[in-house]
């Protein structure tokens, strides 16, 4: 390679990279908790054996009026404060599995319903938060087929100002 070619490689090079420093995930560059927290989901998701449905689709599921069970994972307290995606139960699981309790499986099968086959959404208050996890992970245990959960939880269907119940 001549170093005419070296130098533009080198340059094409640290063209990419100073802009990716100013492309980051974080507004505070703050990567390494996103990072964890990415890292930490994608765990979940292998682990639990559910799918994953971002906000534009459930919205999109939920205006063409798709049937689709929404259940809110979150503690009611915070269904109240925060508001809930219209329609949504409300099936409250602990912050982890070792908190899990025999009422708390019972909460989620109720709200499922019995239709094994059919559309379930799970969500909690943000990526990070693992009540969704739990919730969709117990779901797939117990035989239902199309679980999936919304990682963006109440949060982020705020941010995209989608419409809430209180």
């Known amino acids: 390679m001549s170093i005419l ?5 080198l340059s094409l090079a640290l063209f990419a990279l100073s802009g990716c420093a100013s492309l980051g995930t974080s507004p505070k560059g703050l990567e390494l908790p996103i990072e964890k927290a990415a890292v930490r989901f994608t765990l979940d998701v292998k682990e639990g054996g559910y799918r994953v449905i971002m906000a534009e689709d459930l919205k999109s599921w939920l205006d063409t009026g798709k ?4 259940i809110s994972a979150m503690p ?18 602990p912050r982890s ?6 009422e708390d499986k019972e ?10 086959e059919g559309l379930i959404v799970v969500y909690c ?23 999936y959960r919304f990682p963006a939880g109440i949060v982020g269907w705020t941010e995209a100002g989608y419409p809430l119940a209180k």
Request: charged share 25%; net charge positive; glycine share 8%.
């Open 5 to 9: 070619h070296r130098c533009l490689a």
């Open 107 to 116: 909460r989620i099968l109720r709200a499922a319903g019995n239709d094994k």
């Open 97 to 102: 599995e070792k908190e899990l309790a025999p």
């Open 76 to 93: 009611p307290v915070d269904d109240r404060n925060l508001g809930t995606i219209p329609g949504a139960a409300s099936a409250a699981m």
């Open 125 to 147: 208050g943000f990526v990070s938060c693992r009540r969704s996890h739990i919730c969709a992970k117990l779901l797939v245990e117990n035989g239902y087929k199309n679980v």
């Open 67 to 70: 049937k689709v069970v929404v």
